[in-house]
C-alpha cells in the first residue's frame, strides 16, 4: 500500500472514480495507466437481470506525452467527472491536471512583476474613474452660475435656464455618488488572484458507449481544479465545473460532431471558504477541503471555531445562489481533531434534507428548504463518521464509521421515523474486497469512494477487471406485529357496534378476541375500524370484563373509509410510523363523521376522539425524535389540523404549560414548517385529499399555516393562531421558521375578515418584526437605502459573484454588525417564478426585445396583464395606513426596493425639467414684444411630445386604479400638465399666429403666471424621489394639517373684531368721530403760515378693510382719533389677535414640528410603497425588477426611527395571537396511565428487536412486500 502512494512524475499512483450526477455512468482513471474507464450501470442492471453477460462499457486512451505541451513540475493530482447520457449514448469525461498553483495561489504573483502591477490597476482603476466623476456635477454648476448671471441678455440664450433649473437636480444626486464611491472601497486579493492562470489544465473527451468510440479530446489551458459535471437538462449539452482554491469557473459545452466550448463565467469563491483556504496555505489540505466541501452542485461551507453554536452555507452552483444557512451546535465535550477539514455531509436526492456530521458520532438531520434542525442522533457505537449517502429514494441514510483501531464498517438509519431505525451492517453482507477496506483506511481524497442520486460506489480492485463496486438498495427485513396463526383463539364474542363504532348509523354485531390467546390485549373488528385494547389491570378476565374506555385503554385503531368486504388481518409494519398514521387518519375520518344523532353515540365518539389524542401525545412525549422525523417525512400536522385537534395541537407547539418552547433547546420544538404537502415523501401514499374529502389540486401546494388559513374559519381559526404565534416567537433563532408566514401575509391583510386583522396587527408588533438578529456568517452587504431620517438598509451577499461584481458589496465591520437585524420574511419581495419573462435568444426574440425596447422609449410602459399572486407578497399586502408603515421590517422592505424603483421615476421626472424648462423659455419669449425669434419648430415638438408622454402615463394611471387614482397629489399632476400644454397652446395662437379666439393678452398673462407657479409646485412635489426635500414637504404638509383647525379659529376672531371695528368707524358721521389732521407752521420770514396735512384714511371704510387692518392691527395708528372708546376696543383687539393669537401660533407649530417630523417619515413611506407599487407593475423586463432582489432584507436598528413600534411591541410582548379567542377548548385535560401505555410500546419494541433485520438485496431480488398505508 505504501508503495502505491508514493509520489511519481504524474501525481499519486493512484485510480481515481467518479459517478454521473444521475448515477448512471461511472468511470475510472489512473494516470500511469493511461486509459479511462466509463460503464452504463444501469444497462448493465438490465443485462444482469436478463441473464445477458454482455457489459455496456467503452475505454479512452490517454496519452500523457501528448497530455501537455509542458509538463509542469509540480502536479498534485488529478480530477475525474463523468456526465450523464447528454445525446442517445454519447457523453462526456473530463480529466483535470491539479498543481500546486491551482490550490494555493498566493505565491504564484510576485512582487513587483508585471502581472501584479496590472492587476492593481485593473482593480484600482474602477475607483479612480468613479471619483473623477465627482468633479462633473460642482463644474457644471460653477459654469451655470456664471453664464446665468453674467450674460446681459439670458432670454436670448436658454442654456442658462436649462442649466439654473439642473441644478438642483444635480445637488441632490451628489450624495449618489458618493455613495457608489464608498462601497468600492475594500480590499481586492480575491479579485486580483482571480484574474491569475495556473500551470493546470483540463481535457474533455466525447465517447459513445453502444459504438465503443471516442474523440481525440479538447483542452481547456491555464486552469486546474476539482471538476464536476451538473445534472444535464438540455439535449445536445452540459455545463462543466472546475472549483480551485480561489473561483470556480463554469463551462458551457455543446456536443455535436465535436466538443464546443461556448461559454464560460467565472465566479469568486464565497469569501468564508477562500479565508479558510487562505488560513490553511498547504496546496494539498486545501484540495482535500475542496473535495469534501463539493457534492453534485452543491458547495457547502463550514464556519469552524471553538464557539458552540457555528454556521454551515450551501450554494447552488447552478442557480449561483445560496440555498440557506443551517446552525449547528458542538457537544461541549467535543475535542477538535482537525479544524483544517469540513463537516462530512450529504443531500437527498431530491433535495429536501441534509445531513451533516462533523466527523464524530452525531448526525444532523436539516430541512433545505428553510436551513432548520429537525433532529440530532448521538450514536453511540460509531466512533467516527467518515461518510454519509441518501439511498433507497431518501428513506435511509447510508453510513462508513472509521472505528478506534482504523477499521471500517457500515451502518443504516432509517429515516421514517420508527422506533427500531439503527442496524449495522456485518461486511459479508456488502461482499466488498479486502482491498476496498484497506483504502478507505488511507483515503484522503474520496479516491475510493464516489456518491451521486442515492448511489455509492467503491473502488474494488484496480488489478481487476470489475474495477469498482455499487452497492445495491438495501432493504430492512422489519418483522411484524400482528395475530399468529398457529396460535389463534377460535372463541369470539359478539359486541354491539354502537358501543364501538359510534360513528356508524348501522347498527351490527362485531366480534372481537383476544390477540393470540394473551388476555392483555382485545382485538376487535367492525364494520370499517381495526381496534386494539389493552387492559389498565394486568389482564383482562373474560370478555365480558372489557368496558371500553372504563377500563381499557385504546393502543391502536384503523378507521377504513369504506367497509370491509372480508374480515381483515391485524398486522403492524414499521412499529410506531403506521399506529401514528393511521391514528391520525383515524382522526380526519372521526371529523368527517362527527354529526352523530344520538346522544349516548356523541358521548362515545368524542371518548375515541380522545383515546386517539392520548395515543399521539403519549408517543410524543415519550420519543420526541422519533416524532420530529415521522413529522417532516408525513403531514401529520394537517391531518390534526383538518380533525380540529386544537389540545393536541397546542401541545405539541407549546408543550404542557401552554408557554412557547425554549429557543435554545431545540429537542422541545416538534414541529417544522413546510412550504408544500406535495414535498413530503410520504404525501401520495396517505392520499390526503380522499381523507379530507378535497381535490389534490387544492393541496398540493398548500401548507400547515394555507391550510389552516382556509378551510380553519370563524372560531377554529385559533389553529392559525397557534402556528402564527409558534412560528413568530421561534424566528428569533432562525428566519426559516417564517417561510411559510411570508406566503399568507396578503390574505391575513384583508380588512374583511375581523379575526385575520386581529392577527396581522399583532403578528406586526412580534420582537421578529423588528428585533430579529443578523445571525448569518456572511459579512459582505450591498447598501440599498443609507440615508439620513431613513431606515439603513442592507442586502447580505447571497449569491456567487464574478470577480468585478464584488465590489459592489462592502465588508461590514464588526463593530456594526451587532447593530444589523434582519426582515424576519424571505423571498417578501420576490415574484411567483413561473410570472417570469423569458425571451428565447432567437432573431424572433431579439427582434421582439428591440421593439420592446424602442416602444419603451416612445411611450410610457403600460401595465402587466398579471394575476395578484404573481406578484411578490409585499405588493400584495393590504397595507394600513396606521400600522403598517411604523413596522421597522416594513419600512426596511420599502426602502430596499426604492432604489431600482426611483432610478425609473427619474426618467418622468427629467421629462418634466425639461418640460417645464421648454414652457418657461419659449413662453418668456412669445410674451414678449420682440418677436423677431421666430418659431423654434425643434423645441416646440419635443415640448408636446414630453406633455404627451407624461399625460399617457397619468391617463393609464387613472384607467388601472380607477377611483383609488383621484387624490389630490395625482391631480395636481393631471392638471400642472394639462393646464401647461393648454396654456402654451393658447400662447402660440395669439401671440405667434395672431389668431383671434376671444382671449386678450392679460388673460394669457394671467393664466401663464398661474401655470407657472403650478408646475413649480409640481417640480417640487416631483422631487419627493429625494428623502431630503420628501421629508420636508411632508412634515409642512402635516403642520399644515394640524394648524388648519387654529387658523380657522383665528381668522374667524379677526373677522369678528374686523367687522366689529367696520360697525364702529363704518358711519363716523353718526358718532362725529373723524380723524385729527395735522397742521404745520411755515414761518417765510416775513409771516407765518400755516398749512393743514392730508387727513387719515379711514382704514375701517368698508367691511374688507376692516378684517385687513384686524390682521395687521400693530401696524394701524390710531392716535388721530380723539374716541377712547375705539382706542379701548383697539388695545382689546391688539392683545387678543396680535399678543395671544400670535404667539400662539408660534408656540403650537414649534410643537407641531417635532411631532410632523416622525409623521414625515411615515409621509415618506407611504409615498415611497406607492411608487413602488406603481413601478413594479409595469410592463419592465424581469431583470430590472431582480437586479436588487435578495430572499433576505437587513437594516441597522435605529432607536430614533422606531421607537413608536418599540414601546407598542414592549406593550403587546406579552399578548399572545389566540387570546382574541375564548381557549376553553384548550383546557381539556387528557388522561392516561404511563405505566401501561409504556407497556405497550415496550411490548411493541422488543418484539421488533428480537425479530428485525437487515438484508442486502441486489437489484435482481425482489423487494420484501410492504405494508401499504390504509389498506
Same mark, same amino acid.
Given at each position: 500500500?505504501?508503495?502505491?502512494?508514493?509520489?511519481?512524475?504524474?501525481?499519486?499512483?493512484?485510480?481515481?472514480?467518479?459517478?454521473?450526477?444521475?448515477?448512471?455512468?461511472?468511470?475510472?482513471?489512473?494516470?500511469?495507466?493511461?486509459?479511462?474507464?466509463?460503464?452504463?450501470?444501469?444497462?448493465?442492471?438490465?443485462?444482469?437481470?436478463?441473464?445477458?453477460?454482455?457489459?455496456?462499457?467503452?475505454?479512452?486512451?490517454?496519452?500523457?506525452?501528448?497530455?501537455?505541451?509542458?509538463?509542469?513540475?509540480?502536479?498534485?493530482?488529478?480530477?475525474?467527472?463523468?456526465?450523464?447520457?447528454?445525446?442517445?449514448?454519447?457523453?462526456?469525461?473530463?480529466?483535470?491536471?491539479?498543481?500546486?498553483?491551482?490550490?494555493?495561489?498566493?505565491?504564484?504573483?510576485?512582487?513587483?512583476?508585471?502581472?501584479?502591477?496590472?492587476?492593481?490597476?485593473?482593480?484600482?482603476?474602477?475607483?479612480?474613474?468613479?471619483?473623477?466623476?465627482?468633479?462633473?456635477?460642482?463644474?457644471?454648476?460653477?459654469?451655470?452660475?456664471?453664464?446665468?448671471?453674467?450674460?446681459?441678455?439670458?432670454?436670448?440664450?436658454?442654456?442658462?435656464?436649462?442649466?439654473?433649473?439642473?441644478?438642483?437636480?444635480?445637488?441632490?444626486?451628489?450624495?449618489?455618488?458618493?455613495?457608489?464611491?464608498?462601497?468600492?472601497?475594500?480590499?481586492?486579493?480575491?479579485?486580483?488572484?482571480?484574474?491569475?492562470?495556473?500551470?493546470?489544465?483540463?481535457?474533455?473527451?466525447?465517447?459513445?458507449?453502444?459504438?465503443?468510440?471516442?474523440?481525440?479530446?479538447?483542452?481547456?489551458?491555464? &486552469?486546474?481544479?476539482?471538476?464536476? @459535471?451538473?445534472?444535464?437538462?438540455?439535449?445536445?449539452?452540459?455545463?462543466?465545473?472546475?472549483?480551485?482554491?480561489?473561483?470556480?469557473?463554469?463551462?458551457?459545452?455543446?456536443?455535436?460532431?465535436?466538443?464546443?466550448?461556448?461559454?464560460?463565467?467565472?465566479?469568486?469563491?464565497?469569501?468564508?471558504?477562500?479565508?479558510? #483556504?487562505?488560513?490553511?496555505?498547504?496546496?494539498?489540505?486545501?484540495?482535500?477541503?475542496?473535495?469534501?466541501?463539493?457534492?453534485?452542485?452543491?458547495?457547502?461551507?463550514?464556519?469552524?471555531?471553538?464557539?458552540?453554536?457555528?454556521?454551515?452555507?450551501?450554494?447552488?452552483?447552478?442557480?449561483?445562489?445560496?440555498?440557506?444557512?443551517?446552525?449547528?451546535?458542538?457537544?461541549?465535550?467535543?475535542?477538535?481533531?482537525?479544524?483544517?477539514?469540513?463537516?462530512?455531509?450529504?443531500?437527498?436526492?431530491?433535495?429536501?434534507?441534509?445531513?451533516?456530521? !462533523?466527523?464524530?458520532?452525531?448526525?444532523?438531520?436539516?430541512?433545505?428548504?428553510?436551513?432548520?434542525?429537525?433532529?440530532?442522533?448521538?450514536?453511540?457505537?460509531?466512533?467516527?463518521?467518515?461518510?454519509?449517502?441518501?439511498?433507497?429514494?431518501?428513506?435511509?441514510?447510508?453510513?462508513?464509521?472509521?472505528?478506534?483501531?482504523?477499521?471500517?464498517? @457500515?451502518?443504516?438509519?432509517?429515516?421514517?421515523?420508527?422506533?427500531?431505525?439503527?442496524?449495522?451492517?456485518?461486511?459479508?453482507?456488502?461482499?466488498?474486497?479486502?482491498?476496498?477496506?484497506?483504502?478507505?483506511?488511507?483515503?484522503?481524497?474520496?479516491?475510493?469512494?464516489?456518491?451521486?442520486?442515492?448511489?455509492?460506489?467503491?473502488?474494488?480492485?484496480?488489478?481487476?477487471?470489475?474495477?469498482?463496486?455499487?452497492?445495491?438498495?438495501?432493504?430492512?427485513?422489519?418483522?411484524?406485529?400482528?395475530?399468529?396463526?398457529?396460535?389463534?383463539?377460535?372463541?369470539?364474542?359478539?359486541?354491539?357496534?354502537?358501543?364501538?363504532?359510534?360513528?356508524?348509523?348501522?347498527?351490527?354485531?362485531?366480534?372481537?378476541?383476544?390477540?393470540?390467546?394473551?388476555?392483555?390485549?382485545?382485538?376487535?373488528?367492525?364494520?370499517?375500524?381495526?381496534?386494539?385494547?389493552?387492559?389498565?389491570?394486568?389482564?383482562?378476565?373474560?370478555?365480558?370484563?372489557?368496558?371500553?374506555?372504563?377500563?381499557?385503554?385504546?393502543?391502536?385503531?384503523?378507521?377504513?373509509?369504506?367497509?370491509?368486504?372480508?374480515?381483515?388481518?391485524?398486522?403492524?409494519?414499521?412499529?410506531?410510523?403506521?399506529?401514528?398514521?393511521?391514528?391520525?387518519?383515524?382522526?380526519?375520518?372521526?371529523?368527517?363523521?362527527?354529526?352523530?344523532?344520538?346522544?349516548?353515540?356523541?358521548?362515545?365518539?368524542?371518548?375515541?376522539?380522545?383515546?386517539?389524542?392520548?395515543?399521539?401525545?403519549? @408517543?410524543?412525549?415519550?420519543?420526541?425524535?422519533?416524532?420530529?422525523?415521522?413529522?417532516?417525512?408525513?403531514?401529520?400536522?394537517?391531518?390534526?389540523?383538518?380533525?380540529?385537534?386544537?389540545?393536541?395541537?397546542?401541545?405539541?407547539?407549546?408543550?404542557?404549560?401552554?408557554?412557547?418552547?425554549?429557543?435554545?433547546?431545540?429537542?422541545?420544538?416538534?414541529?417544522?414548517? =413546510?412550504?408544500? !404537502?406535495?414535498?413530503?415523501?410520504?404525501?401520495?401514499?396517505?392520499?390526503?385529499?380522499?381523507?379530507?374529502?378535497?381535490?389534490?389540486?387544492? #393541496?398540493?401546494?398548500?401548507?400547515?399555516?394555507?391550510?389552516?388559513?382556509?378551510?380553519?374559519?370563524?372560531?377554529?381559526?385559533?389553529?392559525?393562531?397557534?402556528?402564527?404565534?409558534?412560528?413568530?416567537?421561534?424566528?428569533?433563532?432562525?428566519?426559516?421558521?417564517?417561510?411559510?408566514?411570508?406566503?399568507?401575509?396578503?390574505?391575513?391583510?384583508?380588512?374583511?375578515?375581523?379575526?385575520?386583522?386581529?392577527?396581522?396587527?399583532?403578528?406586526?408588533?412580534?420582537?421578529?418584526?423588528?428585533?430579529?438578529?443578523?445571525?448569518?456568517?456572511?459579512?459582505?452587504?450591498?447598501?440599498?437605502?443609507?440615508? =439620513?431620517?431613513?431606515?439603513?438598509?442592507?442586502?447580505?451577499?447571497?449569491?456567487?459573484?464574478?470577480?468585478?461584481?464584488?465590489?459592489?458589496?462592502?465588508?461590514?465591520?464588526?463593530?456594526? &454588525?451587532?447593530?444589523?437585524?434582519?426582515?424576519?420574511?424571505?423571498?417578501?419581495?420576490?415574484?411567483?417564478?413561473?410570472?417570469?419573462?423569458?425571451?428565447?435568444?432567437?432573431?424572433?426574440?431579439?427582434?421582439?426585445?428591440?421593439?420592446?425596447? #424602442?416602444?419603451?422609449?416612445?411611450?410610457?410602459?403600460?401595465?402587466?396583464?398579471?394575476?395578484?399572486?404573481?406578484? $411578490?407578497?409585499?405588493? =400584495?399586502?393590504?397595507?394600513?395606513?396606521?400600522?403598517?408603515?411604523?413596522?421597522? $421590517?416594513?419600512?426596511?422592505?420599502?426602502?430596499?426596493?426604492?432604489?431600482?424603483?426611483?432610478?425609473?421615476?427619474?426618467?418622468?421626472?427629467?421629462?418634466?425639467?425639461?418640460?417645464?424648462?421648454?414652457?418657461?423659455?419659449?413662453?418668456?419669449? !412669445?410674451?414678449?414684444?420682440?418677436?423677431?425669434?421666430?418659431?423654434?419648430?425643434?423645441?416646440?415638438?419635443?415640448?408636446? !411630445?414630453?406633455?404627451?408622454?407624461?399625460?399617457?402615463?397619468?391617463?393609464?394611471?387613472?384607467?388601472?386604479?380607477?377611483?383609488?387614482?383621484?387624490?389630490?397629489?395625482?391631480?395636481?399632476?393631471?392638471?400642472?400638465?394639462?393646464?401647461?400644454?393648454?396654456?402654451?397652446?393658447?400662447?402660440?395662437?395669439?401671440?405667434?399666429?395672431?389668431?383671434?379666439?376671444?382671449?386678450?393678452?392679460?388673460?394669457?398673462?394671467?393664466?401663464?403666471?398661474?401655470?407657472?407657479?403650478?408646475?413649480?409646485?409640481?417640480?417640487?412635489?416631483?422631487?419627493?424621489?429625494?428623502?431630503?426635500?420628501?421629508?420636508?414637504?411632508?412634515?409642512?404638509?402635516?403642520?399644515?394639517?394640524?394648524?388648519?383647525?387654529?387658523?380657522?379659529?383665528?381668522?374667524?376672531?379677526?373677522?369678528? @373684531?374686523?367687522?366689529?371695528?367696520?360697525?364702529?368707524?363704518?358711519?363716523?358721521?353718526?358718532?362725529?368721530?373723524?380723524?385729527?389732521?395735522?397742521?404745520?407752521?411755515?414761518?417765510?420770514?416775513?409771516?407765518?403760515?400755516?398749512?393743514?396735512?392730508?387727513?387719515?384714511?379711514?382704514?375701517?371704510?368698508?367691511?374688507?378693510?376692516?378684517?385687513?387692518?384686524?390682521?395687521?392691527?400693530?401696524?394701524?395708528?390710531?392716535?388721530?382719533?380723539?374716541?377712547?372708546?375705539?382706542?379701548?376696543?383697539?388695545?382689546?383687539?391688539?392683545?387678543?389677535?396680535?399678543?395671544?393669537?400670535?404667539?400662539?401660533?408660534?408656540?403650537?407649530?414649534?410643537?407641531?414640528?417635532?411631532?410632523?417630523?416622525?409623521?414625515?417619515?411615515?409621509?415618506?413611506?407611504?409615498?415611497?410603497?406607492?411608487?413602488?407599487?406603481?413601478?413594479?407593475?409595469?410592463?419592465?423586463?424581469?431583470?430590472?425588477?431582480?437586479?436588487?432582489?435578495?430572499?433576505?432584507?437587513?437594516?441597522?436598528?435605529?432607536?430614533?426611527?422606531?421607537?413608536?413600534?418599540?414601546?407598542?411591541?414592549?406593550?403587546?410582548?406579552?399578548?399572545?395571537?389566540?387570546?382574541?379567542?375564548?381557549?376553553?377548548?384548550?383546557?381539556?385535560?387528557?388522561?392516561?396511565?404511563?405505566?401501561?401505555?409504556?407497556?405497550?410500546?415496550?411490548?411493541?419494541?422488543?418484539?421488533?428487536?428480537? =425479530?428485525?433485520?437487515?438484508?442486502?438485496? $441486489?437489484?435482481?431480488?425482489?423487494?420484501?412486500?410492504?405494508?401499504?398505508?390504509?389498506?
Amino acid at each position: 500500500m505504501t508503495e502505491d502512494l508514493e509520489n511519481g512524475s504524474y501525481g499519486e499512483k493512484i485510480t481515481y472514480v467518479s459517478i454521473s450526477p444521475d448515477g448512471s455512468l461511472i468511470a475510472t482513471f489512473n494516470p500511469y495507466k493511461s486509459c479511462i474507464s466509463i460503464e452504463n450501470v444501469l444497462e448493465n442492471e438490465k443485462n444482469d437481470k436478463a441473464m445477458d453477460s454482455r457489459t455496456v462499457k467503452t475505454t479512452i486512451e490517454v496519452d500523457n506525452n501528448q497530455f501537455f505541451d509542458k509538463k509542469p513540475q509540480n502536479i498534485l493530482g488529478w480530477s475525474l467527472a463523468v456526465s450523464d447520457i447528454i445525446d442517445n449514448d454519447a457523453g462526456l469525461v473530463a480529466i483535470s491536471c491539479i498543481t500546486d498553483d491551482d490550490m494555493n495561489q498566493e505565491e504564484t504573483i510576485e512582487e513587483g512583476s508585471f502581472q501584479k502591477a496590472y492587476l492593481r490597476l485593473s482593480s484600482i482603476n474602477i475607483r479612480e474613474i468613479h471619483y473623477s466623476l465627482l468633479h462633473i456635477p460642482i463644474e457644471i454648476v460653477s459654469y451655470c452660475t456664471n453664464l446665468f448671471f453674467i450674460d446681459p441678455n439670458p432670454v436670448s440664450n436658454p442654456l442658462p435656464y436649462v442649466l439654473f433649473i439642473g441644478i438642483p437636480f444635480l445637488i441632490l444626486a451628489l450624495p449618489e455618488f458618493f455613495y457608489v464611491s464608498k462601497i468600492l472601497r475594500g480590499d481586492s486579493k480575491q479579485y486580483q488572484l482571480s484574474r491569475t492562470y495556473s500551470k493546470g489544465m483540463i481535457r474533455l473527451f466525447k465517447f459513445s458507449l453502444n459504438k465503443n468510440c471516442y474523440d481525440n479530446g479538447t483542452s481547456i489551458f491555464h &486552469l486546474g481544479g476539482v471538476v464536476t @459535471f451538473l445534472k444535464s437538462f438540455k439535449k445536445n449539452s452540459a455545463t462543466l465545473v472546475c472549483t480551485n482554491c480561489v473561483k470556480i469557473k463554469k463551462f458551457k459545452i455543446k456536443l455535436r460532431k465535436n466538443i464546443s466550448v461556448s461559454k464560460s463565467n467565472t465566479y469568486l469563491l464565497p469569501e468564508n471558504l477562500f479565508k479558510k #483556504l487562505e488560513n490553511i496555505k498547504d496546496a494539498k489540505i486545501n484540495w482535500k477541503y475542496i473535495l469534501k466541501s463539493r457534492y453534485q452542485e452543491f458547495l457547502m461551507i463550514d464556519t469552524n471555531d471553538h464557539q458552540k453554536i457555528k454556521n454551515i452555507e450551501i450554494y447552488n452552483i447552478n442557480t449561483l445562489q445560496l440555498v440557506n444557512v443551517f446552525h449547528r451546535h458542538r457537544e461541549e465535550d467535543f475535542l477538535i481533531s482537525n479544524d483544517n477539514e469540513p463537516g462530512i455531509f450529504s443531500i437527498s436526492t431530491d433535495s429536501r434534507l441534509f445531513a451533516y456530521s !462533523y466527523g464524530d458520532n452525531i448526525i444532523t438531520i436539516y430541512l433545505m428548504e428553510s436551513g432548520l434542525e429537525v433532529v440530532s442522533k448521538k450514536f453511540n457505537d460509531i466512533c467516527e463518521i467518515i461518510f454519509l449517502e441518501f439511498i433507497d429514494d431518501d428513506k435511509k441514510l447510508f453510513i462508513i464509521e472509521q472505528g478506534k483501531g482504523g477499521d471500517v464498517k @457500515f451502518h443504516i438509519w432509517l429515516m421514517s421515523g420508527c422506533l427500531n431505525d439503527y442496524f449495522p451492517i456485518p461486511k459479508d453482507d456488502i461482499t466488498l474486497s479486502d482491498n476496498i477496506f484497506t483504502l478507505l483506511k488511507y483515503d484522503e481524497h474520496y479516491y475510493t469512494i464516489a456518491k451521486a442520486n442515492g448511489k455509492v460506489v467503491f473502488l474494488n480492485d484496480k488489478d481487476n477487471e470489475n474495477q469498482f463496486k455499487v452497492i445495491p438498495e438495501m432493504f430492512i427485513n422489519m418483522d411484524t406485529f400482528d395475530e399468529n396463526n398457529s396460535i389463534i383463539d377460535k372463541h369470539e364474542h359478539i359486541y354491539y357496534s354502537h358501543d364501538i363504532e359510534p360513528w356508524n348509523d348501522k347498527a351490527e354485531y362485531i366480534s372481537g378476541r383476544f390477540l393470540n390467546n394473551d388476555k392483555k390485549f382485545l382485538l376487535i373488528i367492525g364494520q370499517n375500524s381495526i381496534q386494539l385494547w389493552k387492559s389498565k389491570s394486568q389482564n383482562f378476565k373474560d370478555f365480558e370484563d372489557f368496558k371500553s374506555f372504563e377500563n381499557s385503554d385504546l393502543v391502536y385503531i384503523f378507521i377504513s373509509n369504506i367497509p370491509f368486504e372480508s374480515r381483515p388481518k391485524f398486522q403492524i409494519k414499521n412499529d410506531m410510523t403506521t399506529i401514528i398514521i393511521h391514528a391520525c387518519k383515524s382522526l380526519a375520518y372521526l371529523y368527517n363523521h362527527r354529526h352523530i344523532r344520538r346522544v349516548d353515540s356523541k358521548e362515545k365518539h368524542q371518548k375515541f376522539v380522545s383515546g386517539i389524542k392520548n395515543i399521539i401525545k403519549d @408517543f410524543i412525549r415519550k420519543y420526541p425524535d422519533n416524532w420530529k422525523l415521522m413529522e417532516v417525512q408525513y403531514p401529520l400536522m394537517a391531518y390534526l389540523i383538518y380533525s380540529r385537534s386544537f389540545s393536541l395541537i397546542k401541545y405539541i407547539l407549546f408543550g404542557t404549560n401552554g408557554q412557547t418552547s425554549s429557543q435554545e433547546k431545540n429537542t422541545e420544538l416538534l414541529h417544522r414548517p =413546510q412550504k408544500n !404537502y406535495v414535498s413530503y415523501p410520504y404525501y401520495h401514499e396517505l392520499r390526503l385529499y380522499d381523507d379530507f374529502k378535497l381535490e389534490d389540486e387544492d #393541496l398540493i401546494s398548500t401548507n400547515d399555516l394555507e391550510f389552516a388559513l382556509k378551510y380553519c374559519k370563524d372560531r377554529d381559526a385559533v389553529i392559525l393562531a397557534y402556528l402564527l404565534e409558534y412560528y413568530s416567537e421561534n424566528s428569533m433563532t432562525h428566519i426559516g421558521w417564517m417561510i411559510n408566514v411570508t406566503k399568507i401575509l396578503p390574505e391575513l391583510s384583508l380588512s374583511n375578515h375581523d379575526y385575520y386583522a386581529n392577527y396581522m396587527d399583532l403578528l406586526l408588533y412580534k420582537p421578529c418584526f423588528g428585533e430579529m438578529k443578523y445571525n448569518f456568517p456572511i459579512k459582505r452587504f450591498k447598501e440599498l437605502s443609507v440615508h =439620513q431620517d431613513a431606515i439603513k438598509v442592507y442586502m447580505p451577499l447571497t449569491r456567487l459573484l464574478s470577480p468585478k461584481e464584488i465590489f459592489g458589496y462592502k465588508r461590514m465591520r464588526n463593530n456594526i &454588525l451587532p447593530d444589523i437585524y434582519m426582515v424576519p420574511l424571505s423571498n417578501f419581495t420576490s415574484y411567483n417564478p413561473k410570472a417570469k419573462e423569458k425571451t428565447k435568444k432567437t432573431l424572433i426574440g431579439t427582434s421582439i426585445a428591440s421593439l420592446r425596447c #424602442l416602444r419603451s422609449i416612445l411611450i410610457p410602459p403600460y401595465y402587466r396583464d398579471l394575476n395578484a399572486k404573481d406578484f $411578490s407578497p409585499f405588493l =400584495q399586502i393590504e397595507k394600513n395606513e396606521n400600522e403598517f408603515f411604523n413596522i421597522p $421590517s416594513m419600512g426596511a422592505t420599502i426602502n430596499s426596493r426604492w432604489r431600482q424603483a426611483m432610478k425609473y421615476w427619474v426618467g418622468p421626472l427629467g421629462l418634466y425639467i425639461v418640460f417645464l424648462i421648454i414652457f418657461s423659455t419659449l413662453s418668456q419669449i !412669445y410674451l414678449s414684444d420682440n418677436l423677431n425669434y421666430g418659431l423654434n419648430i425643434t423645441m416646440i415638438v419635443i415640448f408636446y !411630445y414630453i406633455g404627451t408622454y407624461l399625460l399617457l402615463i397619468e391617463l393609464m394611471q387613472m384607467v388601472k386604479y380607477r377611483s383609488k387614482y383621484f387624490t389630490i397629489f395625482n391631480m395636481l399632476d393631471l392638471c400642472s400638465i394639462f393646464l401647461g400644454i393648454i396654456v402654451f397652446t393658447l400662447i402660440l395662437l395669439v401671440r405667434v399666429f395672431d389668431k383671434a379666439i376671444g382671449i386678450s393678452n392679460e388673460t394669457i398673462i394671467v393664466l401663464t403666471t398661474i401655470t407657472i407657479l403650478l408646475l413649480w409646485v409640481e417640480l417640487l412635489l416631483w422631487f419627493r424621489l429625494f428623502s431630503v426635500i420628501a421629508i420636508n414637504i411632508f412634515i409642512f404638509g402635516n403642520i399644515l394639517k394640524k394648524i388648519i383647525p387654529f387658523f380657522a379659529f383665528m381668522f374667524i376672531l379677526i373677522i369678528g @373684531f374686523g367687522h366689529s371695528m367696520f360697525i364702529l368707524l363704518g358711519h363716523p358721521s353718526l358718532l362725529d368721530v373723524y380723524p385729527s389732521t395735522s397742521t404745520f407752521t411755515l414761518d417765510n420770514g416775513t409771516e407765518n403760515l400755516t398749512l393743514t396735512g392730508p387727513s387719515q384714511d379711514n382704514p375701517f371704510d368698508t367691511i374688507w378693510d376692516s378684517i385687513l387692518s384686524m390682521y395687521y392691527m400693530n401696524t394701524i395708528d390710531l392716535n388721530n382719533y380723539n374716541y377712547w372708546q375705539l382706542k379701548l376696543f383697539a388695545l382689546v383687539a391688539n392683545i387678543v389677535v396680535v399678543l395671544v393669537l400670535f404667539n400662539m401660533i408660534i408656540a403650537l407649530m414649534n410643537d407641531t414640528f417635532n411631532n410632523a417630523k416622525e409623521a414625515g417619515n411615515h409621509g415618506l413611506l407611504m409615498y415611497r410603497a406607492e411608487l413602488i407599487n406603481d413601478f413594479e407593475r409595469l410592463d419592465i423586463s424581469y431583470h430590472s425588477l431582480t437586479f436588487y432582489n435578495s430572499p433576505y432584507i437587513c437594516f441597522h436598528q435605529d432607536p430614533e426611527l422606531m421607537k413608536k413600534w418599540m414601546k407598542k411591541s414592549q406593550e403587546f410582548r406579552e399578548t399572545k395571537l389566540y387570546s382574541w379567542f375564548n381557549e376553553s377548548v384548550d383546557k381539556e385535560i387528557i388522561t392516561y396511565d404511563n405505566e401501561d401505555i409504556k407497556s405497550w410500546y415496550e411490548a411493541l419494541i422488543m418484539n421488533n428487536e428480537n =425479530q428485525d433485520s437487515l438484508s442486502i438485496i $441486489s437489484s435482481s431480488s425482489s423487494a420484501p412486500d410492504l405494508m401499504i398505508l390504509g389498506s
